[in-house]
């Protein structure tokens, strides 16, 4: 078991896939990386790569709803920004922060990344509605795909990064420098503002299970790509016994999107009817759907033995992730698509 940093300072617990080591599904995602966002080494994608189909899915959902298709890609980057700041996800802070440089709007990146508010008010709405699921969506209807996709796929990709990454996005902690992340931004900014077409991700997917599409994608390759995302992470949960994976799918259907006091009962009191042989995994994937970033070598040790693989824990902190994202999506379709203000763009 790798349960140390890797010398890039970014892999807790799984070795990632080379791209020169890479074949089948996990080799095709990594060339649509290299293509459609200018690098293949991306570190949440490494770390999924022992488990091809969440890797698939996981990708095929970032590509349709932030990378492609209609809308503003500066305004998605605010809402992948202010969920990862609601999660407290530092590591997609800090890239999502860099990517809004990217998209040239220096200032709306500091602006955001250090807690203010963006001086443009549809910018400002769509923050507020990231960083809190009771707010009305400030779009109309048919900017759902971009906008709820976007939002949904970081509730998603900020548990991954949280559970299996250091903060690490650059070596010695560079990320924190303002420069730093301007400069990075410079550097990928034709890149980012480059249109590409919908739907042409999808082939990554073939093959794999799927889930009935939701009703606020509208039929887009947006939903395609998050049924199918939903399905091959909820799989995961055959990791736990039957009892584990009630308690952790009752414990995530009760939260109230907060996140769980320090020292409390919140993680540990749903465990409490669960055998004890299966409560090792039962917290990794409690923990993963609501409070990520508190799991430690400890509860990892905990729950891997002789049998288990890098695979199987990617698959099971996806099963906490998909299940606490599933939980966040009916959180922000509640509330109305285009009952707020704003702009949305």
């Known amino acids: 078991m790798n349960t140390t940093p890797t010398a890039a300072g970014q892999f807790r617990y799984v070795t990632p896939v080379r791209p020169q080591d890479a074949t089948g599904r996990v080799a ?5 990386l290299a293509d459609d966002f200018g690098m293949a080494r991306m570190a949440v994608f490494l770390t999924l790569s022992p488990a091809p189909a969440v890797l698939a899915g996981t990708w095929a959902l970032l590509r349709e709803s932030l990378l492609a298709g209609p ?3 500066t305004g998605r980057e605010v809402v992948a920004l202010g969920v990862s700041l609601a999660n407290r996800c530092p590591f997609c802070v800090a890239a999502h922060t860099t990517l809004l440089h990217a998209t040239g709007d220096h200032r709306l990146a500091e602006t955001v990344a250090a807690g203010g508010v963006p001086a443009d008010p549809g910018h400002a709405a769509l923050l507020r509605w990231a960083k809190d699921r009771r707010v009305p969506a400030p779009f109309p209807a048919d900017q759902a795909p971009a906008y709820v996709g976007t939002a949904l796929t970081f ?5 991954i990064a949280s559970s299996l990454l250091t903060e690490n996005l ?3 902690n560079l990320q924190k420098s303002r420069l730093v992340r301007s400069v990075g931004g410079r550097a990928m900014s034709r890149t980012v ?3 590409l077409p919908p739907g042409a991700g999808l082939d990554v997917l073939d093959g794999l299970p799927s889930s009935a599409e939701p009703a606020w994608a509208a039929g887009t390759p947006v939903g395609t790509a998050y049924a199918t995302l939903m399905a091959v992470a909820g ?4 990791l736990l016994g039957e009892a584990a994976r009630t308690a952790v ?14 020292g409390g009962d919140r993680l540990s009191g749903p465990l409490t009817g669960v055998p004890d042989e299966e409560r090792p995994g039962a917290r990794l994937a409690l923990l993963a759907a609501l409070a990520p970033y508190r799991v430690t070598d400890a509860d990892v040790a905990a729950w891997r033995g002789a049998t288990t693989t890098d695979e199987d824990l990617v698959r099971l902190v996806a099963f906490g992730a998909a299940t606490a994202t599933r939980h966040a999506e009916s959180l922000l379709t509640g509330a109305r698509v285009g009952a707020g203000a704003g702009s949305g763009r």
């Open 249 to 262: 799918t009752a414990a995530v259907a009760a939260w109230d999107g907060e996140h769980p006091p320090m």
């Open 235 to 238: 799989t995961g949960g055959d």
């Open 170 to 172: 650059l070596p010695g």
């Open 71 to 73: 809308g503003s890609r």
């Open 155 to 159: 509730h998603f990709v900020n548990r």
């Open 28 to 32: 095709q995602v990594y060339a649509r």
């Open 193 to 195: 503002r480059r249109e």
